[in-house]
Structures are given as structure tokens and as C-alpha cells.
């Protein structure tokens, strides 16, 4: 069983469009993440989530916003998407406390023409 | 905000010649994480240091974390085309802050 599963895995939209990205993990962990890599690899915090904080990279434009219906799951939803928000989406998990880091999905590339 | 930096930003070597890569926190860290992300894959926790001056061993793979807890080193002995793909650090002031990950080190391995 895949620990943290993204869907989809590519995504090819129109400028304007709105898209969301769903998340789902089957560790148990208590915080979900996402997180942005561009072209140059460069790994960006985006959103982090547990059943009590949200903490928000102020960063990221408003057109971002995620979505939790529970502890295993953690979508992200794009409005009017544009050319600049083409890149890999990686959703992880992690436990608090623990010694081991985050785990994280395959990602979502997303293409934004 | 926290950042944290990371060279160098690519290395090629030969098979078999020895690759470092070195990553600093203009903040202290409560702990710092390294990964490692295969061409087309996704990050992959490696190991994770807390203590300072901590020192740990993978196999080939020797971490450091300093005793300021503001840098830390990654270094691999003897490289092999398997250990091809980039390698991140990653940091957390604490508390439940989530962790700041420097650029990468991208390291190619000429056979």
C-alpha cells in the first residue's frame, strides 16, 4: 500500500482554470504538508497541517488554499491558475516527535499552458 | 524568514571519488533532516540529527550536525551511480514549525 498517495499524478489545465489536488496518507500521522518544487529543484513550503494549526507560508498567493476533510487527507485547491504555478506538487506527512522525517507522495506535476 | 543554505548546487565526480555537500542555517536548528530525491522521484528521508556535534554513519554515507547547531555536512565515500540524484538538508526552528529545506546538491556520477 502506497504510505502517501497523490491524484493526479499529471496535470495539463488551461490558464484561468481551477484545479485541486487531492492527498490521502495511511500512516497515522498527525500533520500533512505541501509543498512546491519549480524547475530548479528548489523545495517550497506551502502549507502545513495538523487537526489543530494551520500554518501558512504568507508566501503563497490566496488563489492557494487547502483542504482538510480529515487527519488523513489534505487537498489543495488552485484558483484562476496561472503559467507561474507550473510545477511539482509533493504532499507529505509526518509524525510529531518522531525521530523519523517526512514522508512524502510521488507528486503532481502540474502544467499550466 | 528562516533559511537555509546549501552548496554546492551541483557536483560531478567519477565513480569511486569521494562528494560533500554543505548546508548552513542563519538560525540555530532543533534538528536537522537530509533527503535524497532520484531523478523524476520524490524526496526520501535519509536521517535525521538532533544532538550538537552529532556525527552518524549509512553504510557509505557519514552526516554531521554542528556543535552550533547552525550547519551540517553530508559526505559520501567511494560514490557509485546509485547514489546519482539530489540531495537536500532540511531544518526546524522547533515547536511544529514546518521544515525549511535548502536548494539541493544535484550530484551526477560519471561511470
Known amino acids: 500500500d502506497t504510505a502517501v498517495s497523490q491524484t493526479p499524478k499529471y496535470l495539463v489545465t488551461q490558464m484561468g482554470n481551477d484545479k485541486s489536488i487531492k492527498c490521502e496518507q495511511n500512516?497515522?500521522?498527525?500533520?500533512m504538508y505541501w509543498y512546491k518544487q519549480d524547475s530548479k529543484k528548489f523545495l517550497k513550503i506551502m502549507f502545513s497541517?495538523?487537526?489543530?494549526?494551520?500554518?501558512i507560508n504568507e508566501t503563497v498567493p490566496n488563489r492557494f488554499s487547502p483542504k482538510s476533510p480529515d487527519k488523513a487527507h489534505l487537498n489543495l485547491h488552485i484558483n484562476s491558475l496561472e503559467l507561474g504555478d507550473s510545477a511539482v506538487y509533493f504532499c507529505?506527512?509526518?509524525?510529531?516527535?518522531?525521530?523519523?522525517?517526512?514522508?512524502f507522495g510521488s507528486g503532481t506535476r502540474l502544467t499550466v499552458v | 524568514g528562516q533559511q537555509v543554505m546549501q552548496i554546492p548546487q551541483y557536483q560531478h565526480v567519477q565513480e569511486g571519488e569521494d562528494f560533500t555537500t554543505y548546508c548552513n542555517s542563519s538560525?540555530?536548528?532543533?534538528?536537522i533532516q537530509w533527503y535524497k530525491q532520484r531523478p523524476g522521484g520524490h524526496p526520501v528521508f535519509l536521517i535525521q540529527?538532533?544532538?550538537?556535534?552529532e556525527v552518524k554513519k549509512q553504510k557509505r554515507l557519514t552526516f554531521q550536525f554542528g556543535e552550533a547547531k547552525k550547519n551540517s555536512s553530508l559526505h559520501i565515500t567511494a560514490t557509485q551511480t546509485t547514489d546519482v540524484g539530489t540531495y537536500f538538508c532540511?531544518?526546524?526552528?522547533?515547536?511544529?514549525?514546518?521544515?525549511?529545506f535548502g536548494k539541493g546538491t544535484r550530484l551526477s556520477v560519471i561511470a
Open positions: 507529505a506527512s509526518s509524525q510529531q516527535g518522531s525521530n523519523y522525517g517526512y514522508t
Open positions: 500512516l497515522g500521522h498527525d500533520t
Open positions: 497541517y495538523n487537526n489543530k494549526e494551520l500554518i
Open positions: 538560525t540555530t536548528l532543533s534538528n
Open positions: 540529527l538532533v544532538k550538537s556535534g
Open positions: 532540511a531544518g526546524r526552528l522547533g515547536g511544529n514549525t514546518p521544515l525549511v
